[in-house]
């Protein structure tokens, strides 16, 4: 069983950034294509973005392309989406998810297999 924890969110400024984590137990990260997913209230869970196994990106937001960066770190078996630009329709529960059956990206929450618990991340003035 893989666990996935998310850290990093928390109350910003619009055009501000921060940094989310999602760390595993596992030290097999670099097996797993991992997503980012957000939720924001009253909406369905959508795609942000996705690393695969092989360290390809993929973007599911237009909004998230120049702004958003997703990056991995088999070491400390931990990835980040690091946001800058931040706008208030960013706000929403962030989730990490972990694909290992094809390490590949894409956008249906169904592929992963593995959740973490979830972030908040709140941009407002």
């Known amino acids: 069983q893989l666990q996935l924890v998310e850290s990093g969110g928390g109350l910003v400024q619009p055009g501000g950034s921060l940094r989310l984590a999602c760390a595993t137990s596992?030290?097999?990260?670099?097996?797993?294509?991992i997503g980012w997913f957000r939720q924001a209230p009253g909406k369905e869970r959508e795609a942000v973005l996705c690393i695969s196994s092989s360290n390809v990106e993929e973007y599911y937001l237009d909004s998230a392309k120049g702004r958003f960066t997703i990056s991995r770190d088999n070491v400390k078996n931990t990835v980040y989406l690091q946001m800058n630009s931040l706008k208030p329709e960013d706000t929403g529960v962030y989730y990490c998810?972990?694909?290992?059956?094809?390490?590949?990206?894409?956008?249906?929450?169904?592929?992963?297999?593995?959740w973490g618990q979830g972030t908040q991340v709140t941009v407002s003035s």
């Open positions: 596992r030290p097999t990260l670099d097996y797993y294509s």
């Open positions: 998810a972990a694909d290992g059956d094809y390490g590949e990206c894409a956008r249906q929450t169904l592929v992963y297999d593995y």
